[in-house]
């Protein structure tokens, strides 16, 4: 049986909803939902697909990097966004990350996130190469 590692990014809704921003079972690394919210709840790129795809990112990034995993260890990408007319900015950022990796990705348009600042919510899956 394979540890489970919890990881947080500090998130003010982590302890609200009982979760974790990612979960390392193993070789795999599940990075949940995640928003362009900082660990004291500011929003970054208000009204900005783009930056806003970047900020998630970058915070993927960090998470990964606790677990021992890193974007090139990313295998599936999930992005939901508010309005699928702003795509093409979310796939810029998303190409910045992963043109060379070129993971699975899916991008779809929902109606709303938890914060209605909130454009872009991004959750990946990581496979650790051994």
């Avoid at 950022?93 to 992963?98: I, K, N, V």
Wanted: glycine residues 6%; charged residues 25%; negative net charge.
């Amino acid at each position: 049986m394979s540890t489970r590692v919890n990881i947080s990014s500090g998130s003010p809704w982590e302890p609200v909803v009982g979760f974790s921003r990612a979960v390392k079972i193993g070789n795999q690394v599940f990075v949940a939902g995640t928003v362009a919210v900082d660990a004291e709840g500011t929003i970054h790129g208000i009204g900005d697909y783009y930056e806003q795809t970047k900020y998630i990112f970058q915070k993927m990034e960090r998470a990964l990097k606790e677990a021992g995993a890193s974007l090139n260890d990313v295998v599936r990408t999930r992005m939901f966004v508010v309005d699928i007319k702003n795509w093409e900015a979310v796939a810029k950022a998303h190409a910045e990350f992963f043109k060379e990796i070129r993971p699975a990705a899916t991008m779809v348009e929902i109606s709303k996130l938890i914060d209605e600042r909130c454009l872009v919510e991004i959750e990946v899956d990581a496979v650790i190469e051994k």
